[in-house]
């Protein structure tokens, strides 16, 4: 995990030398991260009453405002001329809630925080989020973890990362924002089957032990 302080003084150094990654707009731009997948169908039933997102601790990238890019590994800068509208540790599991609210996954889909009481939890952090330029115009790259929790037990019944890529036509900020939106998109499609494989196993093998402990 890269630390805020190393990320920056990279992104200091990077202000001080000419940066020739496309033609950046001439006024600070503000972008936003979107799911921009195609409309998912919905389910005939949800398979739970309630479920609860929440953000976790990841990548320093993901808990600022500045949009990460990358031309060597290991080493990343900040566009100087654009930045997120909403920090993506925030507006990552926003837009993961509307995307399982639309989904019908449960009948009620909250952040941490919702007056909403649910016995099951996903907490997500994001690993990755940059622009990697490495070989221009570059791919943007997202890397999410996912664990399912049983609130009720207090265990944790699923554990998967999930990454993905989506290539810029252009190596600039406004590319990126985009390329990474649809990486974004790309991740949910795996993120919400896994989900709800593993929602239905797990809420259908507790009410099972449920009722076989009651005829007994």
Not at 19 to 41: M, N, Q, T, Y
Not at 72 to 82: N, S, V
Request: aromatic content about 6%; hydrophobic content about 45%; overall charge negative.
């Amino acid at each position: 995990m890269k630390t805020f302080a190393a990320l920056v003084t990279v992104a200091l150094l990077a202000g001080c030398v000419s940066i020739d990654l496309g033609k950046e707009p001439a006024a600070h731009a503000h972008l936003s991260l979107r799911d921009v997948g195609a409309p998912v169908s919905r389910r005939a039933d949800p398979i739970v009453d309630a479920l609860l997102v929440q953000p976790q601790p990841g990548d320093a990238v993901a808990d600022t405002l500045a949009i990460a890019y990358s031309r060597r590994a290991d080493e990343y800068a900040f566009y100087q001329l654009a930045s997120w509208t909403e920090r993506p540790v925030r507006q990552l599991p926003r837009l993961l809630q509307r995307r399982l609210e639309a989904r019908g996954v449960a009948r009620a889909v909250g952040l941490v925080g919702d007056p909403l009481r649910a016995d099951w939890l996903l907490a997500i952090s994001i690993d990755e989020l940059y622009h990697d330029v490495s070989s221009p115009p570059g791919v943007a790259r997202i890397a999410l973890t996912a664990d399912l929790f049983d609130r009720r037990t207090r265990t944790r019944v699923a554990h998967e990362r999930f990454a993905s890529t989506a290539p810029t036509p252009t190596a600039d900020s406004s590319a990126a924002a985009e390329a990474l939106s649809l990486a974004t998109a790309h991740a949910f499609d795996e993120l919400v089957p896994w989900l709800e494989s593993n929602l239905q196993h797990a809420a259908t093998g507790l009410s099972g032990h449920k009722n076989e402990t009651a005829t007994h």
